[in-house]
Every structure is written in structure tokens, then in C-alpha cells.
């Protein structure tokens, strides 16, 4: 992995990679938190699968680089997989050993409206049962309320490979995606389109994935793949095998845009979306930031 950006954290590690076995037609789903990632898979593994998945997403789907689950365990679970695999990662694609023959799907979200839901979902996780998964440090958990919190979330600067969650961790993710955008093997998905047309969405991923669906296949897909059917049957789609979700139906918390703007004043809004345009391409911040 050396030629590749190092990428890790006390939860996850991007190194895990160089023990995995990569074939032909794998597809990867690359994100940052809260962007989509659950809702991509559970599309994708529709055109695998079909409507009803045969086992919960996160064992069909699983997050390669999460340290709550030892690799070769990972891999055990891929490696007798006889259809088409769906690996999760939340790596950017300068972190991840790229093949011509496996296709990779980054999926991108307003990023303030990403940071309110990741915000919520920090009260969410049990940390001591993620201690004892990872051996990780306990951290604090008294946080600021959600407009302090979310103003620090802008304001703080450090490195994506410190911090991949943070502003600049956000806005890397997508920048090297953007600039991966005209590769065959490479699909850009925005949150805001899944949310305006999920149909029309899905269609494109199956064009683009190869798959050859017919209509009503798609509108069983949708159906299932709706937010109140996955939140529904929350334990079938959060992805979380160990115990780490203290709630797992309050993973899916509303599922809508502009969440930020019931929180944040315009002159805040705008100095985010200042500080964003000095760190993506013009056409990239203004397809990044719609909602």
C-alpha cells in the first residue's frame, strides 16, 4: 500500500486493502460518512440480488477497513461470495489499490448537511463497545450542542489524512473523485439526486454497472430501497453486526437536504461555501453543494 495515501484512524485502516483479493466485476462504494453510503449499497446489492437481499447488508456489503472485525474474518466472509461483491469504504480513492476491472461508486452530499447528520449519529454509537472492539481510546463524549459544534466543524483545519470526516477530509474526498470523474470504472452519485429521482438514479448505476434490468425488477428495487422501508426494518439494513449502534432505527434520522440552514445563519452558511470554493474546482463546488 505504500504507493497509495495512508489512510487511518483508531476505528478503521486503510491498509487492511493489501490483503484483499480483488476479482473481476467487484464493485466498491467509496464515501464519507453520512453521504448516501448505506442507501448506495442497498441499491447496488438490489441490482445484485434483487428486491429482497438474502442476508442483512452489512454481511452481503461489508465496511473492509472497519477495525471492529478482523480482516481475515472480512475476507472469509468476500471470499465465498459466488456473486458479484459490494465492498464499502469510506477510503477516498487515493487510499484504495485502483483496478481497471472493479468499479468504484463515490458518493457525494451536501457537506453541512452531511456533518448535522454525523453530529447525530456521534450520540448514537456506543464508544465503549467500540473500545472493545478496536482496542481503541474512550473518547469524551460531552460534546457542545449542534450549532457550536457545527460552526467548530467549519472552522477546524487539519489534514484529510488526520481527520477524513472533517472539512478538509470531506472536500478532499470529492476533489479526487472529480478529477477521477471521466474514467470508465469511476460514477459520481449525489445524494440530493437519489432523493429527487431514485428510479432515474438506479437506472444509471445499472447502465453504468453493466446490469440488464428489467422494469418492474427497478420498481421493486426503489420500493425496497425507499427511507421508510429501510428504516422500517432498520435491523436489516444498518450497518452494524457488533453492537455499535445504541439505536439502530435512529440511524436513519430523517433522510432529507438542508439540515444545516435550520441551524446555521446565511453569513455562517456562506463562510463554509467561501472556504469550499478555495478548495474545489468551480464546476465541482457547484455539483457538490446543491441540495
Same mark, same amino acid.
Given at each position: 500500500?505504500?504507493?497509495?495515501?495512508?489512510?487511518?484512524?483508531?476505528?478503521?485502516?486503510?491498509?487492511?486493502?493489501?490483503?484483499?483479493?480483488?476479482?473481476?466485476?467487484?464493485?466498491?462504494?467509496?464515501?464519507?460518512?453520512?453521504?448516501?453510503?448505506?442507501?448506495? +449499497?442497498?441499491?447496488?446489492?438490489? $441490482? @445484485? /440480488?434483487?428486491?429482497? #437481499?438474502?442476508?442483512? =447488508?452489512?454481511?452481503?456489503?461489508?465496511? *473492509?477497513?472497519?477495525?471492529?472485525?478482523?480482516?481475515?474474518?472480512?475476507?472469509?466472509?468476500?471470499?465465498?461470495?459466488?456473486?458479484?461483491?459490494?465492498?464499502?469504504?469510506?477510503?477516498?480513492?487515493?487510499?484504495?489499490?485502483?483496478?481497471?476491472?472493479?468499479?468504484?461508486?463515490?458518493?457525494?452530499?451536501?457537506?453541512?448537511?452531511?456533518?448535522?447528520?454525523?453530529?447525530?449519529?456521534?450520540?448514537?454509537?456506543?464508544?465503549?463497545?467500540?473500545?472493545?472492539?478496536?482496542?481503541?481510546?474512550?473518547?469524551?463524549?460531552?460534546?457542545?450542542?449542534?450549532?457550536?459544534?457545527?460552526?467548530?466543524?467549519?472552522?477546524?483545519?487539519?489534514?484529510?489524512?488526520?481527520?477524513?470526516?472533517?472539512?478538509?477530509?470531506?472536500?478532499?474526498?470529492?476533489?479526487?473523485?472529480?478529477?477521477?470523474? +471521466?474514467?470508465?470504472?469511476?460514477? $459520481? @452519485? /449525489?445524494?440530493?439526486? #437519489?432523493?429527487?429521482? =431514485?428510479?432515474?438514479?438506479?437506472?444509471? *448505476?445499472?447502465?453504468?454497472?453493466?446490469?440488464?434490468?428489467?422494469?418492474?425488477?427497478?420498481?421493486?428495487?426503489?420500493?425496497?430501497?425507499?427511507?421508510?422501508?429501510?428504516?422500517?426494518?432498520?435491523?436489516?439494513?444498518?450497518?452494524?453486526?457488533?453492537?455499535?449502534?445504541?439505536?439502530?432505527?435512529?440511524?436513519?434520522?430523517?433522510?432529507?437536504?438542508?439540515?444545516?440552514?435550520?441551524?446555521?445563519?446565511?453569513?455562517?452558511?456562506?463562510?463554509?461555501?467561501?472556504?469550499?470554493?478555495?478548495?474545489?474546482?468551480?464546476?465541482?463546488?457547484?455539483?457538490?453543494?446543491?441540495?
Amino acid at each position: 500500500m505504500s504507493a497509495f495515501v495512508d489512510y487511518h484512524s483508531d476505528v478503521d485502516d486503510n491498509r487492511r486493502w493489501a490483503e484483499f483479493a480483488h476479482r473481476p466485476g467487484d464493485i466498491v462504494v467509496s464515501t464519507r460518512s453520512k453521504h448516501g453510503t448505506t442507501w448506495v +449499497q442497498r441499491l447496488v446489492l438490489g $441490482l @445484485v /440480488h434483487g428486491p429482497e #437481499l438474502p442476508a442483512p =447488508l452489512a454481511e452481503l456489503s461489508p465496511w *473492509l477497513d472497519h477495525l471492529v472485525e478482523p480482516i481475515e474474518v472480512v475476507i472469509d466472509r468476500l471470499s465465498t461470495q459466488r456473486h458479484r461483491r459490494v465492498v464499502k469504504t469510506h477510503t477516498p480513492l487515493d487510499g484504495l489499490p485502483l483496478r481497471t476491472d472493479v468499479h468504484y461508486i463515490v458518493v457525494a452530499r451536501h457537506p453541512l448537511d452531511a456533518a448535522v447528520s454525523l453530529y447525530h449519529q456521534g450520540s448514537n454509537i456506543d464508544r465503549v463497545r467500540v473500545a472493545e472492539l478496536t482496542g481503541a481510546p474512550i473518547p469524551r463524549t460531552d460534546r457542545p450542542e449542534l450549532r457550536t459544534w457545527l460552526l467548530g466543524w467549519i472552522a477546524h483545519r487539519v489534514e484529510p489524512t488526520l481527520a477524513l470526516d472533517g472539512v478538509e477530509g470531506v472536500l478532499a474526498h470529492i476533489r479526487d473523485a472529480w478529477a477521477r470523474r +471521466q474514467t470508465d470504472n469511476v460514477t $459520481l @452519485v /449525489h445524494y440530493a439526486d #437519489l432523493l429527487v429521482d =431514485l428510479r432515474g438514479e438506479l437506472g444509471r *448505476l445499472a447502465g453504468r454497472l453493466g446490469f440488464i434490468v428489467d422494469e418492474p425488477t427497478i420498481d421493486a428495487v426503489v420500493a425496497a430501497s425507499s427511507f421508510v422501508a429501510m428504516r422500517d426494518d432498520a435491523d436489516r439494513y444498518v450497518p452494524d453486526r457488533h453492537g455499535v449502534m445504541r439505536d439502530r432505527g435512529a440511524f436513519f434520522r430523517r433522510g432529507t437536504s438542508g439540515a444545516a440552514r435550520e441551524v446555521l445563519r446565511d453569513d455562517e452558511i456562506e463562510q463554509y461555501t467561501a472556504f469550499a470554493a478555495t478548495r474545489l474546482p468551480r464546476e465541482a463546488h457547484a455539483w457538490l453543494h446543491r441540495q
